[in-house]
C-alpha cells in the first residue's frame, strides 16, 4: 500500500507538479512510516472547500503536511508565519502554496486568504483551528469565517502520531453556531494523538 496517492482527492484539486516532487512526497512519508488515509469525495470535485490540521503542536506536523500535499499532489493555499518564509524555504512554501502573514494582524490574515481564494473555482484552503504549536484555551474561529465567506463545507484533517497518519474526514457543514462548530469538532479531534500531548 503507497503511504499517499492522488486519487484519494478529485482531478480539480490536483496541483500538476512534477512526478518528481510527488515521489518525494510520498517517500518522505514512507521513510518515517506515515500514511494519508481517508479522502476527498469528488461530490466536491470544482467546490471550494476549508481544510482544518489538527492537533497542531510541533514542527513535524508541517514537515508531514507538506509531504502530504506533495503526495496527494493537492493544489492548496496554507497560511504560514511570515518569518518561516525567509530565504530559499520561502521560495518552496509559497510554490508549495504558502501565503506568508503577519499574525500580529489577524483581522487582515482571515481577509487576505478570503480575498486570495473567493473568485478560485474548486480551492482548498488549509488552516489551523489553532493557531499555534503551543496549548491555547479557545480555538480560533478565522476558519469558520472562511467557510461561510466563500460558501465551504470542512473537511478535518487530522495527524495522529501514535498511528503515524494524516486522516482526511468526512466533510463537516457548519451550522452557523460558532460554539457548537468548535465544540463538535474538537470532539471529532480529541481521539487523535498529537507529537506533544501536553500542548494540545
Do not use: C
Amino acid at each position: 500500500m503507497k503511504s499517499v496517492s492522488n486519487t484519494q482527492i478529485p482531478l480539480s484539486f490536483r496541483a500538476n507538479r512534477p512526478k518528481a516532487l510527488q515521489w518525494l512526497g510520498r517517500t518522505v512519508l514512507s521513510i518515517f512510516g506515515w500514511k494519508v488515509k481517508g479522502n476527498i469525495s469528488d461530490e466536491y470535485s470544482g467546490k471550494k472547500l476549508v481544510v482544518t490540521v489538527a492537533p497542531h503542536t510541533s514542527n513535524w506536523d508541517g514537515i508531514f503536511g507538506v509531504a502530504a500535499v506533495a503526495g496527494l499532489d493537492a493544489r492548496i493555499t496554507f497560511i504560514g508565519k511570515h518569518t518561516v518564509f525567509r530565504y530559499g524555504l520561502g521560495k518552496f512554501l509559497k510554490y508549495m502554496g504558502g501565503i506568508p502573514v503577519d499574525r500580529s494582524k489577524p483581522g487582515g490574515i482571515i481577509q487576505d486568504a478570503i480575498n486570495q481564494i473567493k473568485d478560485i473555482e474548486g480551492s482548498l484552503i488549509a488552516m489551523s483551528p489553532e493557531g499555534t504549536r503551543s496549548k491555547v484555551k479557545e480555538w480560533k474561529t478565522g476558519f469558520l469565517r472562511i467557510a461561510s465567506e466563500i460558501n465551504a463545507h470542512i473537511v478535518p484533517a487530522s495527524l495522529d502520531f501514535s498511528k503515524k497518519e494524516i486522516v482526511l474526514g468526512k466533510a463537516f457543514i457548519p451550522s452557523g453556531n460558532k460554539i457548537k462548530d468548535i465544540l463538535d469538532l474538537k470532539k471529532y479531534y480529541s481521539v487523535f494523538v498529537p507529537k506533544h500531548p501536553e500542548n494540545y
